[in-house]
């Protein structure tokens, strides 16, 4: 596509239940980023992939989230247990390549989670 | 790892010049990116340096000096469209991962 696309926009889920947060990158691109992003605050990364290879999830909080990118386009970012401080807007990112300039990220719109 | 620092908070004057200081730490330095992030919407890519020097584009300017570990962007002629969060970004050649700085808020006053 044009640009990165995540969805959905706006999710509200209860305290104990699992989301899926999908992200369709720019066509082509083989690097992909999912960042977790407070209010007044930098992204804070979680987890990265190149192509299909979970190149590094050392910023994924806990266990009960997970990614995975199983063809190396569209990513899926999972949140086990919902629990409230869960509640953030995520971000994905995709970029051209990994090295220089190519590493430019393209930011898609978010998902606002919100756990009640 | 990887360790990002800029100031939370700049005020400036419309018209104005302003400059945005970004220190770092990082293992295998492949580049810093300096992003706008208007609120409410996504960040947006201003500028790429990997190379010492000054890298001009228009009224936004972006520096860095690798061996200190610096950068800064660099706004003139403020406008008012320009109050903004400007986010420092670094990626690693050890690690690929990029990393961003919490931010710097911009509040351009009349």
């Known amino acids: 596509g044009a640009g990165v696309s995540q969805s959905p926009r706006y999710k509200v889920t209860k305290r104990g239940q699992d989301v899926a947060l999908r992200c369709d990158p720019i066509?082509?691109?083989?690097?992909l980023y999912w960042y977790r992003q407070a209010l007044g605050q930098g992204p804070e990364f979680l987890t990265y992939?190149?192509?299909?290879?979970?190149?590094?999830k050392s910023g994924l909080p806990n266990d009960r989230f997970s990614a995975e990118r199983p063809e190396g386009s569209i990513s899926t970012l999972t949140i086990q247990r919902t629990e409230q401080r869960d509640s953030a807007m995520y971000r994905c990112?995709?970029?051209?390549?990994?090295?220089?300039?190519?590493?430019?990220?393209?930011f898609g719109q978010g998902t606002r989670l919100t756990v009640v | 790892g990887q360790n990002i620092d800029q100031p939370t908070e700049m005020t400036a004057t419309e018209g104005a010049i302003v400059q945005i200081n970004c220190t770092y730490q990082?293992?295998?330095?492949?580049?810093l990116f300096w992003y706008q992030q208007h609120a409410g919407e996504a960040p947006t890519f201003l500028s790429y340096?990997?190379?010492?020097g000054l890298e001009e584009k228009g009224r936004f300017s972006s520096f860095l000096s690798r061996s200190k570990g610096y950068s800064y962007l660099l706004l003139k002629e403020l406008q008012m469209k320009d109050s903004a969060s400007y986010l420092c970004?670094?990626?690693?050649?050890?690690?690929?991962?990029?990393?961003f700085g919490q931010g710097t808020t911009l509040q351009v006053k009349p």
């Open positions: 340096n990997v190379l010492d």
């Open positions: 992939f190149n192509y299909e290879a979970q190149q590094d």
């Open positions: 066509s082509g691109h083989v690097s």
């Open positions: 970004a670094v990626t690693s050649s050890n690690t690929g991962k990029l990393i």
């Open positions: 990082t293992s295998g330095f492949n580049g």
């Open positions: 990112a995709s970029s051209l390549g990994t090295g220089g300039l190519d590493t430019e990220a393209f």
